[in-house]
Every structure is written in structure tokens, then in C-alpha cells.
């Protein structure tokens, strides 16, 4: 079974531009979920989408960051301008739906802001 | 509101010894805790996770957790060391029983064995 895909693994930009980063989710999960890891810290949700709909963007800075799952499977994260604190690991994870389920992650998108 | 806590930065062991990485949990209602492991430019990988039930859980590459829920912990164990388990150990905790499904985080513990 093939695993969480992500792309570009790396990404250096400088401040104010944008960038975008794609997942595609292990075949079949409903759940979808993009987290940010800052170096030296635990991954932090961004957004979690059941099937095409969001389930928690609470922890989401809509103001330059939106993400979108267009058909329930594929999903893009946006950071539109970035700024130096953007800079981190973004993970993308998907789980297959029942509570319990476990979360598999992608690879991961280092994003280098300077 | 859930945390979690992992007051180790660093853990170094012995490679043949056996090695404990600790975890503690805040939450309210009844937790689901998981524990990953992060290589090197690579993602999180699944290791266990406890859902109900026996209060041993056994995991991938013969690790180990205990939930103990008077202490609120859930610390990991392996009783014999190898080099090859160096890597970055995150756990963590969400709850039952609530649409948000996201799991919390702890800040991580390396874990460095020695040959």
C-alpha cells in the first residue's frame, strides 16, 4: 500500500511570496490533515478536512494561509505572503475515519522563508 | 484543553540496555495516546497507540508503552537497546469521542544509543 505523498520535499523563498504544497493521502482515507512542525517542536494541526469539507481550522492563519481538498482526495496548503516565522516542516497526514484510526504522515515539505 | 508532556529532552542509553522514554497526558474525558518516531529529514512513523483495553500495549520493532491512568502517563519502553532506534520520539493525545480527530503533540525526546 503506498503511503502519504508530498511535494516538493523542500522549498526556499523569500518573505512575501507564496508557495504551495501538495498531498495525496493513502488511497480510500476519508480524513486529511495538515500540521506544521516548527523546529524543535511537536507537529501542530493546521486544518483537518473530512472527505471535501473542514472539519477544524481553528488553529489556521486565514489570513495568509488556505488549504483546500477539492474531490475528497488531493489537497493543497497555500501561504500567501509568507513571513520568516512560516518556516518549518508541513506535514501531511490521512487516516482512514473511525476515531480510533491511526494518522499516517507524509514525508513532510521543509519550507525554508528568508 | 489537552497537552502533553514529554520532560526529557534527550534520552542516552547503552546499546543491550533498556531504555524508557516518559510521557504524560492532560486531558478531559477518556485520551487515545500514540507514540511515533522521526528519522532524519523523513516523517512521523507509527509506532503503537493505546485505545481501551490491556494497559501494555506492544508495538512495531519490539517497543512497548504502558498506560497508567491514575498517573496519567504512557511512556515507552523497550527492554533491550539498538543503535538503530536514535531518532526523535514524539508522543501523543486526543480524545474520544469528539469529531476533532487532530492529534496533540509533546515537544519530542531524542533518543541517542550508544554501541
Known amino acids: 500500500e503506498a503511503g502519504v505523498a508530498q511535494s516538493p520535499r523542500y522549498k526556499i523563498i523569500e518573505k512575501r511570496q507564496s508557495v504551495a504544497f501538495w498531498c495525496n493521502p493513502i488511497?480510500?482515507?476519508?480524513?486529511l490533515y495538515w500540521y506544521q512542525q516548527i523546529l524543535g517542536q511537536g507537529p501542530k494541526l493546521l486544518i483537518q478536512f473530512q472527505n471535501n469539507g473542514v472539519v477544524d481550522d481553528s488553529q489556521l492563519p486565514k489570513d495568509r494561509f488556505s488549504a483546500e481538498r477539492l474531490k475528497g482526495v488531493d489537497s493543497t496548503l497555500k501561504i500567501q505572503p509568507a513571513k520568516l516565522e512560516d518556516s518549518a516542516v508541513y506535514l501531511c497526514?490521512?487516516?482512514?475515519?473511525?476515531?480510533?484510526?491511526?494518522?499516517?504522515f507524509g514525508p513532510g515539505t521543509r519550507l525554508l522563508v528568508l | 484543553a489537552q497537552s502533553v508532556a514529554q520532560p526529557e529532552d534527550q534520552v542516552n542509553v547503552a546499546e543491550g540496555n533498556p531504555l524508557t522514554v516518559k510521557c504524560t497526558y492532560s486531558v478531559s474525558g477518556n485520551p487515545y495516546l500514540f507514540w511515533y518516531v522521526q528519522y532524519p529529514n523523513r516523517g512521523l512513523q507509527f509506532l503503537l497507540k493505546y485505545i481501551t483495553g490491556d494497559n501494555l500495549v506492544k508495538g512495531s520493532y519490539g517497543f512497548e508503552a504502558e498506560f497508567n491512568k491514575s498517573q496519567t502517563s504512557f511512556h515507552l519502553k523497550k527492554p533491550s537497546a539498538l543503535v538503530s532506534d536514535s531518532a526523535l520520539y514524539f508522543c501523543a493525545v486526543r480524545v474520544m469521542d469528539t469529531g476533532r480527530r487532530a492529534l496533540t503533540f509533546g515537544s519530542g525526546t531524542r533518543l541517542q544509543v550508544q554501541p
Open positions: 497526514a490521512s487516516s482512514s475515519g473511525p476515531a480510533q484510526e491511526t494518522q499516517y
Open positions: 488511497s480510500g482515507h476519508a480524513t
